[in-house]
């Protein structure tokens, strides 16, 4: 309790209650009511921006990201041939830094030596040029491939509860016929989705606190095509708006409560699987 008090809700009520006030780090808070509310809902539309984003990337995220990470858990858990090298592939790239696959990427995408473009014009196309992370067309596209398909952690949520699951179950479903695909819908999906629905929490909060890939890359531009919340939390500390930036960082964490409303109800997480 007193861990939790001093290293989280402290911190959250000087977040909430800083957010009301005007504060530039080094004078005294001065309470404003709700102006840092205002200027963010209201003076231009970066919220509006970075929401919308946030919600390109949450529905990436959830079809896309989290569905790839279990289907990589399905097959070590089935144990093909080659699975072990199915493992080790996918696991080691994980262990680099967000920031590190962040400036991986800036030469991946690079126009004149990146791999990607020298790929594409070697595939004929002789005149393709483009700067994917400084395109507008592109950037938003370039940012998420810098984490779609990096799930490990989806994967190890879902295997693990795969490996859970009893024997029995499956024995007893083939002994009354049912095909490999039933098995998977019937028992194996059913049996999971407490593993899939925190997956998309963990996969959801991740979009809502995504910093480093884009500020290492595209700094929330071209224009404005890859800001997003965090960004905004950012932009308003080096301006030392603290008030402000407390007030964003409020937002934050509303965000992340209706998404873990949200999905808990959606997965029905709070009830056992095996009732």
Same mark, same amino acid.
């Given at each position: 309790?007193?861990?939790?008090?001093?290293?989280? &809700? $402290?911190?959250?009520?000087?977040?909430?209650?800083?957010?009301?006030?005007?504060?530039?780090? @080094?004078?005294?808070?001065?309470?404003?009511? @709700?102006?840092?509310?205002?200027?963010?809902?209201?003076?231009?539309?970066?919220?509006?921006?970075?929401?919308?984003?946030?919600?390109?990337? /949450?529905?990436? +995220?959830?079809?896309?990201?989290?569905? @790839?990470?279990? =289907?990589?858990?399905?097959?070590?858990?089935?144990?093909?041939?080659? *699975?072990?090298? $199915? %493992?080790?592939?996918?696991?080691?790239?994980?262990?680099? #830094?967000?920031?590190?696959? #962040?400036?991986?990427?800036?030469?991946?995408?690079?126009?004149?030596?990146?791999?990607?473009?020298?790929?594409?014009?070697?595939?004929?196309?002789?005149? &393709?040029?483009?700067?994917?992370?400084?395109?507008?067309?592109?950037? &938003?596209?370039?940012?998420?491939?810098?984490? $779609?398909?990096?799930?490990?952690?989806?994967?190890? =949520?879902?295997?693990?509860?795969?490996?859970?699951?009893?024997?029995?179950?499956?024995?007893?479903?083939?002994?009354?016929?049912?095909?490999?695909?039933?098995?998977? *819908?019937?028992?194996?999906?059913?049996?999971? %989705?407490?593993?899939?629905?925190?997956?998309?929490?963990?996969?959801?909060?991740?979009?809502?606190?995504? @910093?480093?890939?884009?500020?290492?890359?595209?700094?929330?531009?071209?224009?404005? /095509?890859?800001?997003?919340?965090?960004?905004?939390?950012?932009?308003?500390?080096?301006?030392?708006?603290?008030?402000?930036?407390?007030?964003? +960082?409020?937002?934050?964490?509303?965000?992340?409560?209706?998404?873990?409303?949200?999905?808990?109800?959606?997965? %029905?997480?709070?009830? /056992?699987?095996?009732?």
């Amino acid at each position: 309790m007193l861990v939790f008090l001093t290293f989280y &809700f $402290v911190p959250i009520i000087t977040v909430f209650t800083t957010g009301f006030t005007e504060w530039n780090g @080094f004078n005294a808070p001065k309470f404003i009511g @709700f102006d840092n509310y205002k200027m963010i809902f209201t003076d231009d539309n970066t919220l509006t921006v970075s929401l919308i984003n946030l919600l390109k990337w /949450s529905i990436i +995220a959830t079809f896309i990201h989290v569905p @790839f990470g279990a =289907l990589v858990a399905f097959i070590i858990y089935k144990r093909p041939v080659g *699975w072990r090298f $199915v %493992r080790g592939v996918f696991m080691i790239p994980n262990v680099i #830094a967000v920031s590190a696959w #962040a400036i991986i990427y800036r030469f991946i995408f690079n126009d004149q030596m990146g791999l990607l473009n020298n790929f594409i014009r070697k595939l004929g196309f002789s005149n &393709f040029h483009t700067n994917w992370f400084f395109d507008t067309q592109y950037a &938003f596209s370039a940012i998420s491939l810098t984490w $779609v398909f990096y799930a490990v952690i989806v994967t190890l =949520l879902v295997l693990s509860d795969l490996m859970a699951i009893p024997k029995e179950l499956h024995e007893a479903a083939k002994i009354d016929g049912a095909t490999e695909g039933q098995i998977h *819908w019937r028992i194996n999906f059913p049996l999971i %989705r407490g593993s899939l629905g925190t997956s998309v929490i963990l996969s959801v909060i991740a979009r809502i606190t995504m @910093f480093e890939a884009i500020f290492l890359t595209t700094k929330g531009g071209p224009g404005n /095509s890859t800001y997003n919340i965090s960004v905004m939390l950012y932009d308003g500390i080096i301006n030392y708006q603290f008030g402000y930036a407390n007030a964003v +960082a409020t937002i934050m964490i509303i965000l992340g409560i209706g998404v873990l409303a949200i999905t808990t109800k959606a997965f %029905r997480m709070n009830k /056992s699987v095996y009732n």
